[in-house]
DNA sequence: ATCCTACAATGGACCCTGTCTAAGTCAAAT
DNA sequence: ATTTGACTTAGACAGGGTCCATTGTAGGAT
Protein backbone atom coordinates (compact mmCIF):
# COMPACT_ATOMS: atom_id res chain seq x y z
CA UNK A 1 0.00 0.00 0.00
CA UNK A 2 2.11 3.15 0.95
CA UNK A 3 5.53 3.30 0.27
CA UNK A 4 5.66 6.70 1.52
CA UNK A 5 4.00 6.41 5.39
CA UNK A 6 6.16 3.39 4.96
CA UNK A 7 9.50 5.67 4.10
CA UNK A 8 8.11 8.29 6.59
CA UNK A 9 7.92 6.02 9.79
CA UNK A 10 11.17 4.80 8.73
CA UNK A 11 13.00 7.89 9.10
CA UNK A 12 11.28 8.96 12.49
CA UNK A 13 8.81 11.19 11.41
CA UNK A 14 6.41 11.93 14.36
CA UNK A 15 2.97 10.32 12.88
CA UNK A 16 -0.46 11.93 13.45
CA UNK A 17 -4.04 11.48 11.64
CA UNK A 18 -3.71 14.34 9.71
CA UNK A 19 0.17 13.88 8.51
CA UNK A 20 -1.41 10.12 8.04
CA UNK A 21 -4.25 11.43 5.93
CA UNK A 22 -2.37 13.96 4.03
CA UNK A 23 0.53 11.21 3.05
CA UNK A 24 -2.33 8.62 1.74
CA UNK A 25 -4.06 11.29 0.05
CA UNK A 26 -0.77 12.32 -1.92
CA UNK A 27 0.14 8.61 -2.47
CA UNK A 28 -0.10 7.42 -6.21
CA UNK A 29 0.70 7.72 -9.66
CA UNK A 30 0.52 10.68 -11.70
CA UNK A 31 -1.08 12.95 -8.68
CA UNK A 32 -0.43 16.62 -9.06
CA UNK A 33 -3.01 18.21 -6.75
CA UNK A 34 -2.92 21.59 -5.45
CA UNK A 35 -3.01 22.15 -1.55
CA UNK A 36 -6.67 23.15 -1.55
CA UNK A 37 -7.03 19.94 -2.96
CA UNK A 38 -5.44 17.71 -1.00
CA UNK A 39 -7.36 19.53 1.77
CA UNK A 40 -10.51 18.95 0.51
CA UNK A 41 -9.74 14.92 -0.23
CA UNK A 42 -8.17 14.94 3.46
CA UNK A 43 -11.48 16.43 4.68
CA UNK A 44 -13.34 13.36 3.34
CA UNK A 45 -11.65 11.23 5.74
CA UNK A 46 -10.59 13.52 8.57
CA UNK A 47 -13.24 16.22 8.34
CA UNK A 48 -11.58 18.69 11.59
CA UNK A 49 -8.30 18.53 9.45
CA UNK A 50 -7.35 22.65 8.86
CA UNK A 51 -6.05 24.03 5.85
CA UNK A 52 -2.78 25.61 8.04
CA UNK A 53 -1.96 21.80 9.09
CA UNK A 54 -2.31 20.58 5.24
CA UNK A 55 0.11 23.59 3.94
CA UNK A 56 2.31 22.50 7.34
CA UNK A 57 2.16 18.58 6.17
CA UNK A 58 2.84 19.41 2.20
CA UNK A 59 5.68 22.15 3.23
CA UNK A 60 7.49 19.84 5.34
CA UNK A 61 7.07 16.78 2.73
CA UNK A 62 8.61 18.80 0.36
CA UNK A 63 11.79 18.96 2.74
CA UNK A 64 11.67 15.64 3.26
CA UNK A 65 12.36 15.45 -0.28
CA UNK A 66 9.31 13.17 -0.38
CA UNK A 67 6.80 15.27 -2.95
CA UNK A 68 8.35 17.68 -5.47
CA UNK A 69 6.52 20.97 -5.67
CA UNK A 70 6.13 22.04 -9.29
CA UNK A 71 4.62 25.17 -10.74
CA UNK A 72 3.04 24.26 -14.33
CA UNK A 73 0.65 27.47 -14.05
CA UNK A 74 1.37 30.54 -12.79
CA UNK A 75 -1.66 29.38 -9.94
CA UNK A 76 -1.58 27.24 -7.26
CA UNK A 77 1.19 25.50 -6.36
CA UNK A 78 0.96 21.18 -7.03
CA UNK A 79 2.49 18.09 -5.22
CA UNK A 80 4.02 14.98 -6.99
CA UNK A 81 4.40 12.53 -5.13
CA UNK A 82 7.01 10.75 -7.41
CA UNK A 83 9.55 12.45 -6.36
CA UNK A 84 11.86 9.04 -7.23
CA UNK A 85 12.30 8.90 -10.82
CA UNK A 86 13.12 12.12 -12.42
CA UNK A 87 10.41 13.34 -14.68
CA UNK A 88 9.22 16.43 -16.20
CA UNK A 89 5.87 17.78 -16.82
CA UNK A 90 3.58 18.02 -20.00
CA UNK A 91 0.66 20.57 -19.83
CA UNK A 92 -2.60 21.14 -21.76
CA UNK A 93 -3.01 25.31 -22.04
CA UNK A 94 -6.63 24.67 -22.32
CA UNK A 95 -7.80 22.32 -19.38
CA UNK A 96 -4.18 21.71 -17.15
CA UNK A 97 -3.88 18.30 -17.51
CA UNK A 98 -0.71 17.13 -16.78
CA UNK A 99 1.16 13.91 -17.79
CA UNK A 100 4.66 13.26 -16.15
CA UNK A 101 7.25 12.76 -19.21
CA UNK A 102 10.36 11.11 -19.76
CA UNK A 103 12.37 13.45 -21.89
CA UNK A 104 15.65 11.87 -23.49
CA UNK A 105 19.09 12.52 -22.69
CA UNK A 106 19.67 15.02 -19.63
CA UNK A 107 18.65 18.77 -19.90
CA UNK A 108 21.37 19.57 -17.52
CA UNK A 109 24.08 19.18 -20.14
CA UNK A 110 22.54 21.15 -22.73
CA UNK A 111 23.86 24.13 -20.84
CA UNK A 112 27.30 25.17 -22.25
CA UNK A 113 29.76 26.34 -20.02
CA UNK A 114 29.80 29.65 -21.34
CA UNK A 115 26.38 29.82 -20.61
CA UNK A 116 26.19 28.84 -16.52
CA UNK A 117 27.82 32.36 -15.66
CA UNK A 118 30.04 30.97 -12.60
CA UNK A 119 26.40 29.39 -10.82
CA UNK A 120 26.76 26.14 -9.42
CA UNK A 121 23.44 24.22 -11.45
CA UNK A 122 21.62 21.54 -9.02
CA UNK A 123 18.32 21.35 -10.89
CA UNK A 124 16.58 22.00 -14.33
CA UNK A 125 12.67 22.02 -14.60
CA UNK A 126 11.00 21.25 -18.19
CA UNK A 127 7.57 21.94 -19.14
CA UNK A 128 5.80 21.66 -22.47
CA UNK A 129 3.02 23.28 -23.30
CA UNK A 130 0.14 22.00 -25.73
CA UNK A 131 -3.24 21.30 -26.31
CA UNK A 132 -4.43 17.22 -24.78
CA UNK A 133 -6.13 15.36 -27.80
CA UNK A 134 -9.62 15.82 -26.13
CA UNK A 135 -9.12 19.78 -25.90
CA UNK A 136 -6.76 20.02 -29.97
CA UNK A 137 -9.92 18.16 -31.21
CA UNK A 138 -12.65 20.24 -29.95
CA UNK B 1 16.65 54.26 -27.78
CA UNK B 2 13.61 52.67 -26.76
CA UNK B 3 12.92 49.83 -29.76
CA UNK B 4 9.61 48.92 -27.69
CA UNK B 5 8.10 51.64 -28.14
CA UNK B 6 9.18 52.31 -32.16
CA UNK B 7 7.43 48.38 -32.37
CA UNK B 8 4.34 49.34 -30.68
CA UNK B 9 4.32 52.74 -32.30
CA UNK B 10 4.19 51.06 -35.98
CA UNK B 11 1.70 49.01 -35.03
CA UNK B 12 -0.64 51.51 -34.26
CA UNK B 13 -0.96 51.10 -30.52
CA UNK B 14 -2.20 54.06 -28.80
CA UNK B 15 0.43 55.72 -27.07
CA UNK B 16 -0.56 57.24 -23.52
CA UNK B 17 2.05 59.11 -21.05
CA UNK B 18 1.17 55.57 -19.09
CA UNK B 19 1.77 52.93 -21.81
CA UNK B 20 4.77 55.06 -22.41
CA UNK B 21 6.44 55.05 -19.18
CA UNK B 22 5.69 51.19 -18.96
CA UNK B 23 7.66 50.12 -22.17
CA UNK B 24 10.36 52.38 -20.88
CA UNK B 25 10.60 49.95 -17.67
CA UNK B 26 11.18 47.03 -19.57
CA UNK B 27 13.59 47.95 -22.44
CA UNK B 28 16.65 47.13 -22.17
CA UNK B 29 18.84 43.49 -21.78
CA UNK B 30 18.51 41.29 -18.72
CA UNK B 31 15.36 43.15 -17.36
CA UNK B 32 13.19 40.60 -15.51
CA UNK B 33 10.53 42.44 -13.65
CA UNK B 34 7.57 41.52 -11.43
CA UNK B 35 4.50 43.64 -12.03
CA UNK B 36 4.68 45.50 -9.07
CA UNK B 37 8.44 46.31 -9.48
CA UNK B 38 7.10 47.66 -13.07
CA UNK B 39 4.62 49.84 -10.83
CA UNK B 40 7.05 50.74 -8.56
CA UNK B 41 9.97 52.07 -10.76
CA UNK B 42 6.77 53.93 -13.46
CA UNK B 43 5.50 55.57 -10.31
CA UNK B 44 8.76 57.35 -10.22
CA UNK B 45 8.55 58.97 -13.56
CA UNK B 46 4.66 59.54 -13.33
CA UNK B 47 3.61 59.42 -9.88
CA UNK B 48 -0.17 58.92 -10.44
CA UNK B 49 0.10 55.95 -12.75
CA UNK B 50 -2.24 53.39 -11.16
CA UNK B 51 -1.17 49.30 -10.13
CA UNK B 52 -4.32 48.39 -12.57
CA UNK B 53 -3.03 50.05 -15.51
CA UNK B 54 0.22 48.29 -15.47
CA UNK B 55 -0.98 45.04 -14.99
CA UNK B 56 -3.47 45.80 -18.05
CA UNK B 57 -0.82 47.15 -19.92
CA UNK B 58 1.55 44.16 -19.03
CA UNK B 59 -1.21 41.99 -20.36
CA UNK B 60 -1.29 43.45 -23.54
CA UNK B 61 2.18 43.55 -24.05
CA UNK B 62 2.29 39.93 -23.41
CA UNK B 63 -0.96 39.04 -25.97
CA UNK B 64 1.05 41.19 -28.47
CA UNK B 65 4.23 39.44 -27.92
CA UNK B 66 6.41 42.38 -27.27
CA UNK B 67 7.42 40.76 -23.71
CA UNK B 68 6.95 37.55 -21.71
CA UNK B 69 5.55 36.07 -18.66
CA UNK B 70 8.22 33.61 -16.86
CA UNK B 71 7.56 31.74 -13.61
CA UNK B 72 10.54 31.29 -12.34
CA UNK B 73 9.99 31.10 -8.99
CA UNK B 74 6.01 30.38 -7.41
CA UNK B 75 5.87 33.21 -6.58
CA UNK B 76 4.81 37.01 -8.68
CA UNK B 77 5.31 36.69 -12.59
CA UNK B 78 8.06 38.05 -14.56
CA UNK B 79 8.32 39.84 -17.22
CA UNK B 80 10.79 39.88 -19.92
CA UNK B 81 11.28 42.33 -22.30
CA UNK B 82 13.66 40.11 -24.76
CA UNK B 83 10.82 38.88 -26.83
CA UNK B 84 12.90 38.29 -29.98
CA UNK B 85 15.81 35.56 -29.45
CA UNK B 86 14.38 32.51 -27.93
CA UNK B 87 15.71 31.51 -24.43
CA UNK B 88 15.72 29.60 -21.15
CA UNK B 89 16.32 31.49 -17.61
CA UNK B 90 19.12 30.79 -14.69
CA UNK B 91 18.01 31.46 -11.28
CA UNK B 92 19.78 31.64 -8.39
CA UNK B 93 18.11 29.44 -5.81
CA UNK B 94 19.30 32.06 -2.71
CA UNK B 95 18.96 35.27 -3.95
CA UNK B 96 16.68 34.86 -7.02
CA UNK B 97 18.93 36.77 -9.62
CA UNK B 98 17.77 35.87 -13.21
CA UNK B 99 20.01 35.31 -16.13
CA UNK B 100 18.74 34.42 -19.41
CA UNK B 101 21.03 31.45 -21.43
CA UNK B 102 20.73 29.26 -24.62
CA UNK B 103 20.98 25.85 -23.84
CA UNK B 104 22.38 23.68 -27.06
CA UNK B 105 19.77 22.04 -29.45
CA UNK B 106 15.83 22.33 -29.17
CA UNK B 107 14.75 20.78 -25.74
CA UNK B 108 11.25 20.05 -27.96
CA UNK B 109 13.30 17.51 -29.34
CA UNK B 110 13.81 15.73 -26.39
CA UNK B 111 10.52 14.42 -26.10
CA UNK B 112 9.77 11.17 -27.78
CA UNK B 113 6.32 10.46 -29.65
CA UNK B 114 5.60 7.96 -27.16
CA UNK B 115 6.04 10.33 -24.37
CA UNK B 116 3.93 13.04 -26.00
CA UNK B 117 0.53 11.15 -25.36
CA UNK B 118 -1.33 12.87 -28.14
CA UNK B 119 -0.79 15.81 -27.09
CA UNK B 120 0.04 18.84 -29.59
CA UNK B 121 2.72 20.68 -28.33
CA UNK B 122 3.65 23.92 -28.87
CA UNK B 123 6.36 25.34 -26.55
CA UNK B 124 8.69 24.44 -24.16
CA UNK B 125 9.93 26.30 -20.87
CA UNK B 126 13.47 25.30 -19.21
CA UNK B 127 14.59 26.72 -15.64
CA UNK B 128 18.10 25.73 -14.48
CA UNK B 129 18.61 26.38 -10.52
CA UNK B 130 21.14 27.12 -8.92
CA UNK B 131 23.53 28.89 -6.95
CA UNK B 132 25.11 32.10 -8.08
CA UNK B 133 29.01 32.97 -7.91
CA UNK B 134 28.46 35.37 -4.69
CA UNK B 135 25.55 32.55 -3.03
CA UNK B 136 27.41 29.89 -3.26
CA UNK B 137 30.38 31.71 -2.15
CA UNK B 138 28.53 32.73 1.13
C1' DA C 1 -0.47 2.72 32.91
C1' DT C 2 0.55 7.46 33.61
C1' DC C 3 3.02 11.61 33.11
C1' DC C 4 5.60 15.10 30.52
C1' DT C 5 7.04 17.82 27.13
C1' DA C 6 8.37 18.98 22.74
C1' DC C 7 6.23 18.98 18.72
C1' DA C 8 1.85 19.25 15.96
C1' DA C 9 -2.85 21.11 14.94
C1' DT C 10 -6.15 24.76 14.97
C1' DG C 11 -8.60 28.80 13.08
C1' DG C 12 -8.63 33.16 12.19
C1' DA C 13 -6.16 37.26 10.99
C1' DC C 14 -3.26 38.83 7.64
C1' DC C 15 -0.38 39.45 3.30
C1' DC C 16 0.68 39.32 -1.56
C1' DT C 17 -0.52 38.98 -6.27
C1' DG C 18 -3.76 39.75 -9.40
C1' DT C 19 -8.66 40.84 -11.33
C1' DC C 20 -12.80 43.51 -11.78
C1' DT C 21 -15.88 47.48 -11.96
C1' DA C 22 -17.93 51.92 -12.37
C1' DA C 23 -16.85 56.36 -13.24
C1' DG C 24 -13.85 59.76 -15.13
C1' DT C 25 -10.29 61.15 -18.79
C1' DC C 26 -8.04 61.59 -23.06
C1' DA C 27 -5.87 60.43 -27.92
C1' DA C 28 -6.72 61.06 -32.21
C1' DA C 29 -9.99 60.99 -36.12
C1' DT C 30 -13.16 64.22 -38.04
C1' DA D 1 -13.15 72.26 -31.63
C1' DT D 2 -15.92 68.19 -31.20
C1' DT D 3 -16.69 63.62 -30.60
C1' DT D 4 -16.19 59.02 -29.08
C1' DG D 5 -14.38 54.80 -28.01
C1' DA D 6 -10.46 53.39 -25.87
C1' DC D 7 -7.71 54.17 -21.72
C1' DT D 8 -7.01 55.15 -16.67
C1' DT D 9 -8.26 55.26 -11.99
C1' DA D 10 -9.24 53.92 -7.07
C1' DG D 11 -10.78 50.79 -4.52
C1' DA D 12 -13.25 46.56 -3.69
C1' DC D 13 -12.64 41.85 -4.22
C1' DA D 14 -10.75 37.01 -4.71
C1' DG D 15 -7.45 33.22 -4.60
C1' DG D 16 -3.44 31.32 -2.72
C1' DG D 17 -0.60 31.20 0.99
C1' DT D 18 1.61 32.45 5.67
C1' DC D 19 1.67 33.57 10.57
C1' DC D 20 0.65 33.25 15.31
C1' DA D 21 -1.22 32.40 19.85
C1' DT D 22 -3.57 28.83 21.75
C1' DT D 23 -4.84 24.11 22.44
C1' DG D 24 -4.00 19.26 21.78
C1' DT D 25 -1.28 15.01 21.55
C1' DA D 26 2.48 11.32 20.24
C1' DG D 27 5.49 8.81 22.19
C1' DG D 28 9.52 8.49 25.34
C1' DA D 29 10.42 8.33 30.34
C1' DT D 30 8.94 6.68 34.75
Redesign the interface.
Known sequence: MSDLLERLRGRGWRMTAQRRVVAEVLDGEHVHLTADEVHARAVERLPEISRATVYNTLGELVSLGEIL?V?TD?RA?RYDPNAHRPHQH?V??SCGAI?D?????N??T???EA???????????????????NC?SA
Open positions: EAHKLCARVHPDGPLDLPERFGFTISDVEVTYRGLCPA
